[in-house]
């Protein structure tokens, strides 16, 4: 890996921990964090499954296009588990899919993180948002709100309407549209009205994905974000966030959804490839080819790990794919 190492838990350009004392307690002191994408020859990236059940077929697509990306590039690979919700997180789970990693030989660089063990992280980036003026309550029920089109129509911002334990949401600029360079799906713009201000911690105090992931992002200095794009609105979210923290903006690559038919989830049937042990190299033959890299004969057999080592070679050539979603065959 040719990339040097970064000492651990260090925001590159900015550390939300430290605020400078501004005018108001503001952070309007601290500086500019680099521009987007602005990271020299390193690159780092990152899988980030949530342990909520097996990995599918769409969550091993992201897996292994995220660890072509960076391998083709020599970078390094981090694994975190977001395991931050517990009426969600499975037993066990979060074994059996670094063990179905392993399988496939994506095998990562440094520790696992567990997000469940970095909770005091994403507190203190929360009361930095605070301070700045940037969250507000919201004593909202889900109840109260499903007659939402989308986002959040404001409704406790200048307060919550009942005492009591209330869920803590991030102001947005209704006005602002959020711009980035998708790597796979070209130009975005999401209009941060149309989101709505987002959840950062919920009623009952569990931390929310949008705030954590930002969090992590920053202190394991990830370089690029390659997903599926059913997390690509989010990103107006986690770059909006970025910004309220001063924290770097990471470069976002989001892999096509895969679909039955156009509209249509995958069908459980669908959703996981064969696993059997010693069966991965089959699998994974079938996920290369998803993503544009359809393996020459004489690979057919070939181990994972062999199988790998030909895509790593082969990613850097291969077209980028534009679609938002794929239709299986
Ligand atoms: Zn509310």
């Known amino acids: 890996m040719a990339t040097g190492p970064r000492s651990p838990e260090k925001i590159a350009g900015s550390d939300f921990r430290q605020p400078k004392a501004g005018p108001e307690g503001s952070a309007q002191d601290r500086p500019e964090p680099p521009p987007p994408g602005d990271f020299g020859p390193i690159y780092i990236g990152r899988f980030a499954p949530s342990p909520t059940g097996s990995l599918h077929l769409g969550s091993l697509l992201a897996a292994v296009g995220s660890f072509l990306d960076a391998r083709s590039r020599g970078g390094r690979w981090l694994v975190r588990i977001e395991d931050l919700d517990p009426a969600r997180v499975v037993a066990g789970c979060a074994d059996e899919m670094l063990r179905t990693l392993e399988a496939f030989g994506l095998l990562w660089d440094g520790e696992v993180k567990y997000q469940s063990r970095r909770t005091h992280l994403y507190g203190e980036a929360l009361e930095s948002l605070r301070v700045a003026g940037h969250t507000f309550e919201c004593s909202c029920s889900r109840r109260e709100l499903s007659g ?14 009942r005492s009591g334990d209330s869920a803590i949401r991030f102001r ?45 992002d920053a202190l394991q200095g990830i370089t690029d974000v390659v997903r599926g794009a059913d997390l690509l609105e989010s990103t107006g979210w986690q770059i909006a966030l970025q910004r309220a923290l001063r924290l770097q903006t990471p470069r976002y690559a989001h892999l096509p959804l895969l679909l039955e038919r156009a509209g249509d989830k995958l069908s459980k049937s669908r959703r996981s490839p064969a696993l059997e042990p010693g069966r991965a190299g089959v699998a994974l033959l079938s996920i290369l080819r998803l993503l544009g890299l359809s393996a020459p004969a004489q690979l057919e057999g070939a181990t994972a790990g062999t199988l790998l080592e030909w895509a790593t070679a082969s990613w850097r050539e291969r077209p980028l794919p534009l679609a938002r979603e794929w239709i299986l065959p």
Not at 151 to 161: K, L, V
Not at 181 to 188: A, K, W
Not at 205 to 210: C, I, K, L, S, T
Request: net charge negative; hydrophobic share 35%.
């Open 148 to 161: 939402e089109d989308s986002g959040y129509p404001g409704t406790c911002r200048g307060g919550p309407r």
């Open 172 to 216: 947005v600029d209704e006005t602002e549209t959020v711009a980035f360079e998708d790597r796979f799906q070209g130009e975005i713009a999401l209009a941060m009205g149309k989101l709505g201000d987002v959840i950062v911690r919920r009623r009952d105090g569990v931390f929310a994905y949008q705030l954590a992931v930002v969090v992590d």
